[in-house]
């Protein structure tokens, strides 16, 4: 695959080849006609000469005389030529050891200066970390979008909003490559990579284009008291939930096997502590306003909406989980008996003509089966991880082709697979977007490419299945950078800074709110601290 960029610059290079080469042959012909011109003339002078011997002998002698003086002549009218064939030469060795020198550089898509080509190594690293700063724009555009059209409503967002789905498709595109450069090793491994330098970028680009718009639309600075009285009402509502979502977690403790509710552990707590944030940053925000300081106010307020917005994340995930855990209990027999039958018709196949692959199907499935059975037998069990197996059970009999299963067990396979495959893409999304300043482009990579595969229109069982692997490689990815981040809540930091830097709110420790924009708005605002 050939970037754009590279294709630019081959022509860019073949041009001033081109021009090079030009002006070598424009000074070698220049140089022929001064050697050819001074022999010409120096011709004619002969012709004459000897037409004056001729007529006068008188005149030949002083003209034989004059004859040194007439060569004299023509050998000085050699001098220029010379040297201009000397500096075509020395013209045409610059221009090699100009392009030679080229050859090793290149210019930078954004810049004009020039530097080292960076190796494969290099920059593979450096997409790494333009995939994950690019992502990092876009969750927070979105956040902040969000709040922009609570606020004002669709129709006056719309181009910022065009904006972020630019942006949200050139990162899927990038995160696409990036999970193929992953599974594999490319022949034009550079290539890809260069792309994705540019998606990133141009999803950078678009994001920033529209960043100094969006401040104007939400005019913050000069007009918090509405938007921050609707900040204060969401985060009123939202801490009433709290105590109830708490309660419900702790129903999902004594109900389930632990594995279920662990997507959502800490949740609560960790909600808590946004909810703490945010209420320091709201009555600054307040206090700000007040004083008339709009700048102060704007930017805590900002603070104050992330803070929300990831608490009720975190609290919506906790609800969300609890609902998908109860539709997984209800589904679970009608499953069995389904994934059972066709086991029973694989048995009566195998009976005939055992052979091909069934039998170690059938096996397979049955292993599953009898797993699921023993487990909700005993008493408490994971709803969700018990229909995913049922649901693998059948899958693997679907796919030996021997049993032949009709299109409608083949969509209630599907519909089973579904429940939890898509809880375990929105469990791990809720995970990278309330932890993203630790989690890295590994995890984001499997994440995205989950959320693409579930996406396609009418997906089959195999993008399902590899839906949900992805989706459970991402979580161990990002809680294993959790973990190597450490507790950022720790020392004295002020209370829930460490969890909204985190969570990517505050950007770093002491630096300012993120907010709608690309890399350099976000550059931008990075410093001032709030």
Request: aromatic residues 4%.
């Amino acid at each position: 695959m050939t970037s754009p960029q590279s294709r630019n610059r081959s022509r860019r290079a073949t041009s001033h080849i081109a021009v090079r080469v030009a002006h070598v042959v424009l000074g070698g012909l220049l140089a022929v006609g001064w050697l050819v011109l001074p022999l010409a003339g120096a011709g004619d002078a002969v012709t004459a000469a000897r037409s004056v011997r001729v007529a006068d002998s008188a005149g030949a002698a002083h003209e034989a005389e004059g004859a040194p003086s007439q060569d004299g002549t023509a050998t000085g009218d050699l001098v220029l030529p010379l040297v201009a064939v000397g500096a075509a030469v020395v013209l045409a060795a610059y221009g090699y050891a100009r392009r030679k020198r080229r050859s090793r550089t290149r210019t930078t898509p954004g810049g004009g200066t020039r530097h080292a080509v960076p190796s494969v190594r290099e920059l593979d690293r450096q997409t790494r970390q333009l995939l994950v700063d690019t992502d990092d724009c876009v969750r927070t555009s979105a956040e902040e979008l969000g709040c922009a059209t609570a606020q004002f409503g669709d129709e006056p967002v719309k181009s910022y909003a065009e904006a972020l789905a630019y942006a949200k498709s050139e990162l899927a595109a990038a995160f696409r490559l990036r999970q193929r450069l992953d599974e594999a090793a490319p022949e034009d491994g550079r290539g890809m990579l260069e792309e994705i330098v540019l998606r990133c970028t141009e999803a950078g680009r678009r994001l920033d284009s529209e960043a100094a718009g969006f401040d104007l639309l939400r005019a913050l600075e000069r007009n918090a008291a509405t938007p921050l009285e609707m900040a204060e009402t969401r985060f009123r509502e939202l801490a009433a939930r709290t105590p109830a979502t708490e309660a419900t977690l702790g129903d999902l403790h004594k109900r389930y096997a632990p594995s279920a509710s662990l997507p959502v552990a800490g949740h609560v707590e960790q909600a808590k502590d946004r909810l703490v944030f945010a209420t320091v940053h709201l009555n600054q925000a307040r206090q700000s306003l007040d004083r008339g300081d709009g700048g102060k106010a704007a930017a805590y307020l900002r603070t104050a909406e992330g803070a929300v917005d990831q608490a009720a994340a975190l609290v919506d995930g906790v609800e969300r989980l609890a609902a998908e855990l109860a539709s997984a209990a209800e589904r679970l027999p009608a499953a069995l008996a389904g994934v059972e039958g066709d086991l029973a018709e694989a048995h009566r196949l195998l009976a005939t003509a055992g052979v091909g692959r069934l039998p170690g199907r059938v096996a397979h499935a049955e292993s599953l089966l009898a797993d699921v059975r023993r487990e909700t037998a005993a008493g408490a069990y994971d709803p969700l991880d018990a229909l995913r197996r049922v649901a693998e059970a059948g899958t693997t009999l679907a796919e030996a082709g021997d049993v032949g299963l009709s299109d409608e067990r083949v969509r209630a396979l599907l519909g089973h697979f579904l429940l939890p495959a898509r809880s375990a893409v929105e469990g791990a999304a809720d995970l990278v977007t309330t932890h993203r300043a630790a989690v890295g482009c590994e995890a984001r990579t499997r994440q995205a490419e989950a959320e693409r595969l579930l996406a396609v229109p009418s997906p089959g069982l195999y993008e399902v299945q590899r839906a949900d692997g992805l989706t459970r490689q991402a979580r161990e990815l990002a809680e294993r950078d959790v973990r190597a981040y450490g507790n950022p809540a720790g020392g004295d930091e002020g209370v829930g800074v460490g969890g909204a830097v985190l969570g990517g709110i505050l950007l770093g420790h002491g630096g300012g709110p993120a907010s709608f924009g690309g890399p350099r708005t976000r550059a931008r605002r990075a410093t001032p601290a709030v």
